[in-house]
């Protein structure tokens, strides 16, 4: 095996610098992405797919949810292969300028009432490049923090971008909490919805300035001037030649993380309101209460992880994810408030707990030379077969059966999906937990 990161580590300030640069900008393009969601499930339906049924309508605006998960894995073979190539900075500045650039025109958009099918056809277009701008955009901001960090604490430094996630989610519901509190539901349906869209503009120059200002890491510098091999010319045909079972095996991983997480954020706001009788405005409060628990569980289980070791701790974690999924439901369908809010803190703290050592384990995957691609690949091919997929299915399952017991089978298994595929992933064995001296090393090639 080959020690990849024997080059000096960044001093102390830059290390907080790429982890605040990671943190900040994933939260805004995060933000971007949630919104849509959020709407989705609270207003799309209704203003780009009239003349159907309730449950039709959010089908329908959930599966343009879906389009932006199936832009996530080309935006990540694309921007990983330049991340590799030519630097993770330029590929964060292109995520970010995609994202902002869709999320206003959506905020924009012209509803079917205006422009007729037009309306549907152009949402859906600048949901796919939603998807293509966050799909470049975690695999860049993990590598930033963790190729970064201090010896010793990738996994705490690398929980910066997975912070960002429900940073995101927090900062997107506080946007359209007062949006539903103060205005009728006739103004809400009618410009409302549209300013956590563009106020997405400010945001997005805020997180650029900090981005601009990033610096590419010494492991990556050293990676980019040695001599180029196969490796380096084609990093994306290298994983999928090589690699290809572990980044599936990761991918796996990520499902039921990301899968019900999206049911968690999004599905649950209308079922709330729809079955359990609850406001929009009772819904938001709820989830924004538990984000800071969510978080809460990533910080903990990224800081243990540099402790005892990536795999034990999302091996716990994917364990109690089980058990997680199985009682949230009967939780929630209790439909009495204190019981709904320790439902949506138990599952968010369980999540952030799966979370919370990823990026450090997905970077270990991988040498240096094709890490963008490779940590990419497999977030996205678990966040396709999870998130993509988990609202339409949730939505379906009920509509199908009328109890939330279908759905709650649906979550267990994907956990248990999630559970076999770390037990299966083969993580390197020079990482020792505690140790001054912690080294990323190349994993032994499965082609070899």
């Not at 989705?40 to 959930?62: I, K, M, N, R, Y």
């Not at 923090?145 to 940073?167: C, D, F, S």
């Not at 248990?416 to 505690?434: D, E, H």
């Amino acid at each position: 095996m080959t020690v990849l990161d024997a080059t000096p580590r960044a001093s102390a300030a830059v290390a907080r610098k790429a982890a605040l640069g990671s943190f900040v900008g994933t939260a805004i393009e995060w933000y971007d992405f949630f919104i849509y969601g959020t709407a989705a499930a609270l207003v799309l339906g209704p203003q780009f797919f009239p003349g159907s049924s309730d449950v039709a309508g959010t089908l329908a605006a959930f599966a343009t949810l879906a389009v932006g998960f199936v832009a996530r894995p080309i935006g990540g073979v694309v921007m990983g292969h330049f991340g590799d190539k030519i630097g993770r900075k330029s590929m964060l500045v292109v995520s970010l300028l995609l994202m902002g650039f869709a999320t206003v025109a959506i905020g924009l958009l012209p509803n079917y009432a205006a422009i007729g099918v037009a309306a549907p056809v152009l949402l859906v277009v600048l949901r796919f490049i939603q998807g293509l701008g966050v799909g470049g955009e975690w695999g860049g901001a993990v590598l930033v923090a963790t190729e970064n960090a201090p010896a010793g604490k990738r996994g705490l430094y690398g929980a910066a971008p997975q912070l960002g996630v429900p940073a995101g989610v927090l900062l997107a519901n506080l946007v359209y909490l007062p949006m539903t509190m103060f205005l009728s539901e006739e103004a809400f349906n009618s410009w409302g919805w549209r300013v956590p869209f563009l106020a997405s503009a400010v945001l997005v120059f805020v997180a650029m300035w900090i981005r601009l200002g990033l610096e590419e890491s010494t492991e990556f510098k050293a990676a980019k001037d040695a001599p180029a091999d196969a490796a380096r010319k084609m990093p994306i045909i290298e994983v999928l030649t090589r690699h290809w079972k572990t980044v599936l095996l990761a991918g796996g991983t990520f499902i039921a993380t990301n899968g019900i997480a999206y049911a968690y954020m999004v599905y649950v706001l209308k079922y709330g309101e729809a079955e359990l009788g609850y406001s929009k405005t009772a819904m938001l409060a709820l989830l924004i209460v538990s984000c800071p628990f969510w978080m809460a569980g990533m910080a903990y289980s990224a800081w243990r992880s540099d402790l005892v070791g990536r795999r034990n701790i999302y091996l716990k974690s994917s364990t109690a994810l089980v058990a997680a999924a199985a009682l949230f439901f009967p939780l929630m369908d209790t439909a009495v408030l204190p019981v709904m809010l320790l439902a949506m803190i138990m599952l968010g703290f369980t999540l952030g707990c799966c979370a919370g050592p990823q990026s450090a384990l997905f970077a270990e995957l991988f040498p240096t030379e094709i890490r963008y691609s490779g940590a990419s690949l497999g977030y996205q091919v678990g966040a396709i077969l999870g998130g993509g997929l988990a609202p339409m299915i949730a939505t379906s399952l009920f509509a199908a059966t009328g109890t939330s017991m279908a759905i709650t089978g649906y979550f267990v298994l994907i956990a248990l999906v999630s559970l076999t595929s770390v037990l299966l992933l083969r993580v390197p064995s020079s990482y020792v937990p505690g140790s001054p001296e912690q080294r990323i090393v190349r994993p032994v090639q499965e082609g070899a």
